[in-house]
């Protein structure tokens, strides 16, 4: 009898155990196929159709999320930190950008993590997780909307291929989870607020179309301010024709109808901080610019010199800095112009709700704001001056059918929990790119370009302030050729490689030798006894790998 009973014992010990590992093994594919992109699910459908013979609502049959910056009635916005959400109560509205979307036929499926309360670019939050980058899962998503840009690159309409009573329960799971058994479709699109590149380095990181817009463009009204005079509400989407629907809802009529550039401005300085061959990704855009529109069009600006010429309170705010002593590129200096604006205008937004709940705030953020306090008024002043002057450079430079083109970051997306996101280089770099369209007011379209290095790579197009439908016009003109003309890049210089590899091998084989370095050819050389034959390994290697040698 006690036999029986302990057998009784262990077989349910063994069926508990088995629920325990079936329940996490459901949780983790939940998680996988979420990628810890949402912070909470929820569901705001659109008004009915107008009966024919009227035109269906324009977003028809899209599903959107809003990063937590968003109001939504009856919802609490996070702002990406728990003591945020704790002391603050349910919104009373829906923000105006959400309620045009909704009312234009979109459907919103949820909100998505951002960093700590939206200041980094990185894409990190310790206290909700990091959403995983779906195409590279070991570097950062990028932020300060990375949720977002995850949601979006992971395609979140699919479902993983599991058992099909895995399938079942998973299913029901994120119905209990979710109230709702829908799902993002193929053109879903993500929004969320842009200061200083929210959108788009986690665009150019997770390998997805990211759009911001002119300041002022959209009404930024019942939306979490970061930095007053640079956030803009943006958004992502896989498909450029996704963007341009949605551009057509949120923005005014482009004045004088759809056009094309008449010039395409290469940045040479800008591509010179790359940190993958500069060819990588100007080329492409060169080869796509001539296919379209023609190579009269392609022109090259220094843009460190212009911008000097024609930002003269830059000079000052150099002078102030480094008191004349050091010189510092334009474009640097315009990094820490945009920094100190943040800085200032965050803490102004938001120091009283800082000092009273005294949350938990990541160190390096605390220091910057200790920091920013030992700011004067009238170097803020200054650098409100030099956002003013550079509005009426880029506008100068562009005009009404210019496009500006940079990289997006500097760098390929950092490792998770890599200590490269902290240096000095990389922020310089990153900032200084990303000032441009920040510190101008410009609009700005981050261009996925395919892959390097196992890592997405993008470039970014930048119009005047006010041409954001001709800009979201060209992007539609260009998309399909920039992405053609990538594929064509990495496989003509794959092949290229494998070439020279092939034509190395074969040297080696034919001679016994491989040129290395200079040295080690010299000591190969040095094996023949005989002029003639010397200059016969000279000349096979002229051939073979097309090498002049004296």
């Given at each position: ?135 590279v899962p070991a570097r950062v998503p990028g932020g300060s909307c990375s949720g977002a840009a995850v949601a979006v690159a992971a395609n979140l309409v699919d479902f993983s291929l599991v058992d099909l009573h895995i399938v ?383």
């Amino acid at each position: 009898m006690a036999s029986n009973s302990a057998n009784l014992w262990v077989l349910l010990g063994l069926g508990l155990a088995g629920i325990w590992l079936m329940t996490k093994k459901l949780k983790k594919s939940i998680i996988r196929q979420d990628f810890g992109a949402f912070i909470e699910k929820l569901l705001l459908l659109p008004p009915p159709q107008p009966p024919p013979p009227k035109a269906p609502h324009p977003l028809t049959a899209l599903t959107f999320a809003v990063s937590d910056l968003f109001e939504i009635e009856g919802y609490v916005s996070g702002f990406g930190h728990p003591e945020w959400a704790k002391t603050h109560e349910a919104a009373s509205r829906t923000s105006l950008v959400v309620s045009a979307l909704v009312d234009g036929g979109a459907t919103c499926v949820g909100k998505t993590v951002i960093d700590e309360l939206a200041y980094s670019i990185h894409g990190e939050n310790k206290h909700y997780g990091t959403p995983t980058n779906p195409v590279v899962p070991a570097r950062v998503p990028g932020g300060s909307c990375s949720g977002a840009a995850v949601a979006v690159a992971a395609n979140l309409v699919d479902f993983s291929l599991v058992d099909l009573h895995i399938v079942q329960v998973i299913v029901l799971c994120r119905a209990l989870l979710c109230g709702s058994s829908n799902e993002m479709e193929p053109g879903s699109k993500l929004f969320c607020v842009d200061t200083v590149g929210g959108v788009r380095v986690p665009a150019g990181f997770c390998g997805v179309v990211g759009f911001r817009p002119s300041y002022g463009a959209i009404s930024k009204i019942g939306v979490l301010p970061v930095s007053a005079s640079l956030d803009t509400v943006g958004w992502f989407a896989k498909d450029p024709n996704i963007l341009r629907r949605v551009g057509h809802v949120l923005l005014q009529p482009a004045f004088g109808g759809q056009r094309s550039p008449r010039k395409i401005i290469m940045a040479d300085d800008c591509f010179q901080s790359l940190k993958i061959p500069v060819d990588r990704v100007s080329q492409v855009v060169v080869n796509s610019t001539e296919k379209h529109f023609g190579r009269q069009v392609l022109k090259h600006e220094i843009l460190d010199v212009y911008l000097n010429s024609k930002v003269p309170s830059l000079k000052e705010f150099h002078n102030k800095k480094t008191n004349g002593e050091v010189k510092t590129s334009s474009i640097r200096l315009l990094a820490n112009v945009m920094q100190l604006l943040h800085r200032y205008e965050f803490r102004s937004n938001h120091e009283e709700w800082i000092n009273t709940e005294k949350p938990i705030l990541d160190p390096d953020f605390l220091a910057q704001m200790n920091e920013i306090m030992k700011t004067s008024d009238a170097e803020i002043e200054l650098c409100k001056s030099i956002r003013e002057e550079m509005r009426l450079a880029i506008n100068s430079l562009l005009k009404d059918d210019g496009i500006l083109v940079l990289p997006t970051t500097a760098y390929l997306p950092p490792k998770l929990g890599g200590k490269e996101i902290l240096s000095e280089e990389y922020q310089s770099s990153s900032f200084s790119l990303l000032s441009i369209a920040s510190l101008s007011g410009c609009c700005q379209v981050t261009v996925p370009l395919g892959y390097y290095d196992k890592c997405p790579v993008s470039v970014s197009l930048i119009a005047r302030h006010g041409n954001d439908r001709f800009l979201l016009d060209t992007l539609q003109i260009m998309y399909a050729s920039l992405q053609e003309q990538a594929e064509t890049y990495v496989k003509y210089k794959s092949r290229n490689t494998d070439m020279q590899g092939n034509s190395a091998e074969m040297a080696k084989e034919k001679h016994g030798y491989l040129d290395l370095s200079f040295d080690d050819f010299n000591a190969t050389l040095n094996r023949f006894p005989y002029p003639s034959q010397k200059w016969s390994v000279c000349q096979t290697v002229h051939e073979i790998l097309g090498l002049t040698l004296r």
